[in-house]
Structure formats: C-alpha cells, structure tokens
C-alpha cells in the first residue's frame, strides 16, 4: 500500500513537471512574438497555455483512454487547428495571421510531446518554433527572403 502510494506521489510530481515545462516552453515561444511585435495578438499568455493544455489532454488521454490516448491527441489537433482558423484573415492578396496560427498549432504539438514523455523532442520543437519566428530579424534572412519590410 505505502509503495502504490509512493508510486502515485511520484507519478503526480512527474505529471506536475510535464505541465509545468510544457508551459515554459509555450511561454517562451510566446515571448519571441511579443518581444519584437507592436501589436500582439497571441504572445506569452496564448502559447503558453496552448502548450499547457496540449500537454494536460495528452496526459488525460493517457488515463482514461487506455485502448487508444491517440483519440484525445487527435482532438488536440483539430481543436488548435479550428482556432487557428479563426486567426486568419484575408484581404484581397494580403494574409494575416498565418504564421501566428501555424505557430499556436506547432506549439499544440510541444505540449503532446512533453506530455508522453519525450523532453528533448519537445525541446527541440519549440526550439525550431522560436528559431523560424527569430528569423526575420536576421541580417542574412532579409537579405535572401523575398517579402521586404517597410
């Protein structure tokens, strides 16, 4: 008894950690979009809790759908897929939004990735994530992309 006890305290401060790193990573994704943008429509807050709750469904899906957590995960998806959906906005030939709804849906996928466990792969996501919102401030990057600023 005092052994499954133990083994539950354990498994609760581990689940506490997944969320908890989850979030971190999601919030400094987050802080990349506010720390260069004037006007922020999703910043530390929005990534930070997309990641988070990716991450908390991942590991309910883990306990109560022992036949198949894919199902919950699945529903992650489309569920940040369908909001960022409505962060796209089109006008004539000028799209906006696009890329903050490609992040918030990569960054669904760092908190699915923390919640089975995999730290590293999660790191590494979020870690690319950060690098390709960093890219326009680079030197090198402006000189060979073709959308210019002004």
Not at 2 to 25: G, K, N, P, V, Y
Not at 26 to 55: D, K, M, P, Q, S
Not at 70 to 91: C, E, H, T, Y
Not at 99 to 124: D, E, K, R
Request: with cysteine; net charge positive; charged share 15%.
């Amino acid at each position: 008894m005092l052994e499954q006890a133990h083994h539950t305290l354990q498994s609760d401060f581990e689940m506490f950690f997944r969320i908890i790193f989850a979030c971190f990573l999601g919030g400094l994704i987050g802080w990349e979009r506010e720390r260069h943008r004037n006007i922020v429509t999703a910043g530390i807050r929005t990534y930070g809790a997309i990641a988070l709750g990716a991450c908390a469904f991942g590991i309910l899906g883990m306990y109560i759908m022992n036949d198949d957590p894919s199902r919950v995960a699945a529903q992650v998806v489309s569920g940040i897929g369908f909001l960022g959906g409505g962060i796209i906005f089109r006008q004539g030939d000028y799209v906006t939004g696009l890329t903050t709804a490609a992040t918030l849906w990569a960054t669904a996928a760092v908190g699915l990735t923390v919640s089975i466990g995999l730290y590293f792969m999660a790191l590494l996501i979020a870690l690319l994530i950060f690098l390709l919102l960093y890219l326009p401030r680079l030197e090198w990057w402006k000189k060979i992309s073709a959308k210019t600023t002004s």
